[in-house]
């Protein structure tokens, strides 16, 4: 059965940093594409970031980049997003995601295209 648990969330200040992690149950991330996403009240799912299991290829959001780096532990089967110079803006529950096995599959970060997806996990930038 397939599953993906996040924890790594909380409150921290603009400029601080946070690291999400995604345990991964079920199938091998080194196989998949898997994206982290992110909701703010009031507002829909948006990609953050996404990887391709199988060579590493990342793709991100352009409000993350230089800020955010998504990584796999394929021996530990978890996903994780390094989160630097945090900004109110980057305020919202964080979900991790697997999308297919093909590369173009990480091509698009509409969440229409991911079928797997964890509970959260609350990230609170605020002075």
């Known amino acids: 059965q397939v599953q993906l648990v996040e924890s790594g969330g909380g409150s921290v200040q603009p400029g601080g940093s946070l690291r999400l992690s995604c345990v991964a149950s079920?199938?091998?991330?080194?196989?998949?594409?898997m994206g982290w996403f992110r909701q703010a009240p009031g507002k829909e799912r948006e990609g953050v970031a996404r990887i391709y299991g199988r060579d590493g290829t990342t793709f991100y959001a352009d409000s993350v980049k230089g800020r955010f780096t998504i990584s796999q532990d394929n021996a530990e089967n978890t996903l994780y997003l390094q989160m630097s110079s945090l900004k109110p803006d980057d305020t919202g529950m964080y979900f991790c995601?697997?999308?297919?096995?093909?590369?173009?599959?990480?091509?698009?970060?509409?969440?229409?295209?991911?079928?797997?997806w964890g509970q959260g996990t609350q990230v609170t930038v605020s002075s």
């Open positions: 995601a697997a999308a297919g096995t093909f590369r173009w599959d990480c091509y698009t970060g509409s969440p229409s295209a991911y079928k797997s």
């Open positions: 079920g199938f091998s991330i080194s196989n998949y594409c």
